[in-house]
């Protein structure tokens, strides 16, 4: 049966959205497969890794059959990113193998029937429904997704806490040292509180897939999942079960030291210095005085670094450590030129914002040098 004719870059732009789902080694050999359905031209890319699912559409059909396959992601992009961009590429598939033919090259590779195919259950009621930019929701989630976790034993750290709350779409997300948190305004109706835990590897291929441009998502919250659709897109995902800390007693409030630097320097000074830390110790001391920032970094084998700083600041002297990782993470993700960080002590954690803008926090504790 002919599946697909097509392009070979009309081909791959489906099969590569769906496709960063798949893991390479997983106990069910089926889900190192796309699901391919055709109807007519319409053919629809089905990936899943059982917790998300990503499908999307093209018309890449050839002839009018009716049919579904499923095959290796992972081989089938590999064929197509190899073969040469003239020729035009057909898939067919016939007594469970596809074949892939372009021009003079031919590949066949198994499948595995569709009815195995494991996808995931899309509720049927959605308790909170949405519309955002894309690259609004694109913008929050990279001010906020550095902060998440990876493979914390709380494993509601492991992912990006969602609030809607009136007008107000709000991301958090924290591993216990660190705190970022960003705010929207959502256009429409004001929404019910609603807070949801989206998990890690959700947020990274959202961002993955999201463009920078004024289109909308539609976004349906439920108790247990997250189904999102943009373009051609439909993103399911479940959702991670826990209670989230609680941010807003997290963020500061009513520190009198605040310093006012230029996010380009300071992060250029972070960067020079953190050469000489060490993978076990990124430990970095700031040292704070009227005017003055003063980095400092040293190692095992007692070599240091020292870099100054003018700053705007005219509190009295303050000696704090930080990791030098978390304060770069925070610098590298935003585009502003100037930075406020604020102060308590060498004991509190400090609160780095925008000056001017009220959407963005960053909260870092301090450590002992």
Do not use: W
Not at 7 to 23: F, N, Q
Not at 95 to 119: D, H, V
Not at 224 to 239: A, H, I, P, T
Not at 344 to 355: F, H, I, R
Request: proline share 4%; net charge negative.
């Amino acid at each position: 049966m002919q599946f697909i004719r097509a392009s070979r870059d009309a081909i791959l732009k489906p099969l590569s959205t769906v496709a960063g789902i798949v893991e390479r080694r997983h106990t069910l050999p089926i889900l190192a497969n796309v699901l391919l359905r055709k109807e007519g031209d319409a053919v629809s890319f089905l990936a899943t890794d059982v917790e998300i699912q990503i499908q999307t559409t093209a018309s890449l059909g050839a002839g009018k059959d009716v049919g579904a396959t499923t095959v290796s992601a992972r081989k089938l992009i590999d064929i197509l990113r190899a073969l040469p961009e003239g020729p035009e590429v057909s898939i067919s598939v016939t007594n469970k193998k596809a074949t892939i033919q372009a021009g003079k090259s031919r590949f066949a590779l198994q499948t595995l029937g569709a009815e195995e195919f494991p996808t995931v259950a899309v509720n049927d009621h959605f308790s909170a429904s949405f519309t955002i930019a894309q690259k609004q929701l694109k913008h929050l989630f990279q001010m906020v997704h550095f902060a998440m976790a990876q493979q914390d034993i709380r494993y509601y750290l492991n992912g990006l806490l969602m609030v809607t709350d009136g007008k107000l779409l709000r991301v958090v997300a924290t591993d216990g040292h660190r705190l970022a948190y960003c705010q929207a305004e959502l256009d429409g109706e004001p929404l019910a509180r609603n807070e949801v835990i989206i998990p890690r590897k959700t947020v990274l291929e959202l961002q993955r897939l999201l463009a920078d441009s004024d289109d909308p998502v539609q976004i349906d919250v439920a108790a247990n999942q997250v189904r999102l659709r943009f373009g051609d897109v439909e993103m399911v995902s479940k959702l991670v079960e826990g209670k989230f800390p609680d941010y807003q007693r997290v963020i500061p409030s009513g520190y009198k030291r605040a310093m006012v630097v230029s996010r380009e320097a300071l992060a250029s000074s972070l960067g020079r210095a953190s050469i000489l830390t060490s993978d076990k110790f990124r430990g970095v001391r700031l040292t704070l005085a009227p005017g003055l920032l003063k980095i400092q970094t040293s190692n095992a084998e007692q070599e240091e670094a020292v870099e100054e700083l003018e700053v705007d600041y005219d509190s009295e002297t303050i000696e704090i450590g930080f990791n030098v990782g978390y304060l770069q993470d925070v610098l590298g993700n935003l585009k502003t030129e100037k930075v406020q960080i604020e102060f308590g002590d060498a004991n509190t954690s400090a609160l780095l914002t925008v000056p001017g803008d009220a959407t963005f926090s960053y909260v870092v504790m301090p450590m002992r040098i």
